[in-house]
């Protein structure tokens, strides 16, 4: 439920404090103190158009990761997973806001969704045969 946030305190026994806002990044983060997180996991959209979802109508750009690196501590490391598609965009996008490319890692799976031939490049090939030409099939 957006809005939300909860707060736990020694989790695992570790003695760290985790606090889970459940809301719009894009809010959040403007409401967060400039240098005020340790590290950026996320897996953000893909621009695919999955499922039709509105979400997923493009990569996150610039001024997003601008946003990220203002709330990041000096040295704070973003880790951001991207589409096998679109990752490249992303990666520019947050190369730009001013991180330093560190290393990329590249996962192979099969997850069963057809994403190669759903959405904005596959069906436009696939309905209009552009796609077999371009595969010489
Ligand atoms: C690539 S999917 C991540 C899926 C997730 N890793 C999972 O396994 O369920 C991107 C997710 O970002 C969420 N999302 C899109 N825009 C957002 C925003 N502005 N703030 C927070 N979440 C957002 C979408 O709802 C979607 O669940």
């Known amino acids: ?75 704070a490391h973003l880790l951001a997973f991207g589409g096998t598609r679109t990752y490249h965009r992303l990666v520019c996008a947050i190369e730009d806001a001013g991180f330093e490319i560190r290393d990329q890692i590249g996962w192979a799976f099969g997850s069963g969704f057809p994403k190669s031939r759903n959405g904005a490049w596959g069906g436009h090939g696939a309905q209009t045969g552009l796609g077999a030409d371009r595969h010489g099939t």
């Open 1 to 75: 439920m957006p809005g939300r946030s909860f707060s736990f305190a020694g989790v695992a026994g570790w003695g760290v404090s985790v606090r889970i806002i459940n809301a719009d990044c894009r809010e959040a983060m403007a409401a967060m103190n400039a240098c005020s997180v340790d590290a950026i996991v996320t897996d953000p959209p893909y621009g695919l158009r999955f499922m039709g979802k509105g979400w997923d109508h493009g990569v996150p750009g610039v001024e997003f990761w601008i946003e990220a690196l203002r709330v990041a501590k000096p040295g």
